[in-house]
Every structure is written in structure tokens, then in C-alpha cells.
């Protein structure tokens, strides 16, 4: 069984098309960049599968099951924008995980907090977006789970932050899991994506892992993309 199966989404907002017939199967032990301008449909999906936004058309299942109470269990989201309260320092939050999540590795969010530099007694409020977004990875990161959905994890930070929470992410999550890059930044994710699909208005045009691509194209991913969806 995939670890996720993704089943002819549709999802319409209104007249918009947000995704159309999206099916895909991720197996367990990949990192997989999701990958589309903006507006192509990665927040959307990712939203389904996380249980926020309901299909119109389709289902998804995570390890067999649709999602709900039993997959929050087994799935990490950073979602695109903060979430986390203004008022709570970082101590805080990591008291929040712990207590919420059976599979929060308090010395491991510890540890990435320490190496980036962030104030345990400063609360959100005064942090800068970057510092939100980076305090935000290392919650996500510090769990054992078997998803991992990312959304623009590397979207508002520098390029040598970029590095280590590229690092981070390689080095942290549990080897039997599925982690979802959704990014437009290719350049500084495809060097540790195992699989990767391109998305367009909604539609799947392209799900393969990145070796065959450099194999059978002679070319990055990077460059793949930048044919692919060019103006």
C-alpha cells in the first residue's frame, strides 16, 4: 500500500478550478517536491490531504486511511503562513507539541532552536518572519512522523538559512516516512528530492523521480521546470 494515494482530486472554489482529476501514489522513504508557480494547486492539495479543505471530486488516503482524527496522528504540516500564537514564547510552543503529539522529540526541537539561534523566552510577537517561519520548521521537524507536509518551508528565509533547514529536513525526519516539499524554489530544493511532480492550473503534467529526469533529459530539474512552465 502507498503511503499516500491521491485519488482523482477535484477541488472548485465557486467557477475556479483549483485542482483537476489529480492522482498520484507516494511511497514511504521519498522526499517529494511538489513544484508550480504560484497558483498551480500545491497549497490546495496539500490542504486536502492535511484535512482542512474537503474534495469536491475524489478522495486521499494516508496509510489507507482518509484523512481525519486517526491521520493527524501520523502527519506533520507547516503550513504557508504562521499559525502558532503570537503571545507564546518558543519554550512554550515545544510545551504545547509535547503535550499534544506523542511523537514530539523535545531535546531534538531543543537542539534545532539552539542551533538557529532563537530565544527560548521570546514570544512570537517580537520574532521576525523569518525567525517565525524557521521556529515553525523545527516544531514540524522534531517529530517522528510518517507524513511530512512542507509548505514553502524555505519561501521567506535567507539562502544560508535555506541550507540548514534543507539539512534539518534530511537529518530529521523518520526514514520510513513521506515528506512533500511545495516549493517554486527548485533550484535550492532538488538536491535532496527523491521524487518530484510539476503542477499546472491544477493538473499533474509530470511525476518522476529526479535521477530519471537528469538521466533521460540531461538536464536539472531546475532547468526541466523552467521549460516546462515558461511564460
Request: proline residues 3%; aromatic residues 6%.
Amino acid at each position: 500500500m502507498a503511503r499516500i494515494e491521491i485519488n482523482h482530486v477535484t477541488k472548485q472554489f465557486g467557477s475556479l478550478t483549483a485542482l483537476d482529476s489529480v492522482a498520484l501514489k507516494l511511497e514511504k522513504g521519498q522526499i517529494v517536491g511538489l513544484l508550480g508557480p504560484n497558483g498551480s494547486g500545491k497549497t490546495t492539495l496539500i490542504k486536502i490531504l492535511n484535512g482542512l479543505l474537503q474534495p469536491t471530486a475524489g478522495n486521499v488516503t494516508i496509510n489507507g486511511m482518509e484523512p481525519g482524527v486517526g491521520t493527524k496522528r501520523v502527519v506533520a504540516y507547516l503550513p504557508d503562513r504562521n499559525a502558532l500564537p503570537d503571545y507564546m514564547t518558543s519554550s512554550q510552543l515545544m510545551d504545547i507539541y509535547q503535550d499534544f503529539f506523542e511523537d514530539f522529540d523535545r531535546q531534538k526541537a531543543e537542539a534545532m532552536v539552539d542551533d538557529l539561534g532563537i530565544d527560548r523566552s521570546q514570544t512570537m510577537k517580537k520574532m521576525s518572519k523569518g525567525t517565525k517561519e524557521k521556529l515553525q520548521l523545527c516544531l514540524v521537524m522534531a517529530r517522528q512522523a510518517e507524513v511530512y507536509l512542507l509548505d514553502e518551508p524555505i519561501g521567506g528565509v535567507d539562502p544560508a538559512t535555506r541550507d540548514y533547514i534543507l539539512r534539518t529536513i534530511i537529518s530529521n525526519y523518520n526514514e520510513d516516512a513521506v515528506v512533500i516539499i511545495s516549493t517554486h524554489l527548485i533550484a535550492d530544493v532538488e538536491s535532496v528530492l527523491d521524487d518530484v511532480v510539476f503542477i499546472k492550473e491544477g493538473r499533474v503534467v509530470l511525476h518522476k523521480a529526479a535521477d530519471e529526469i537528469r538521466e533521460e533529459k540531461g538536464e536539472s530539474v531546475d532547468k526541466l521546470f523552467r521549460e516546462v512552465f515558461k511564460c
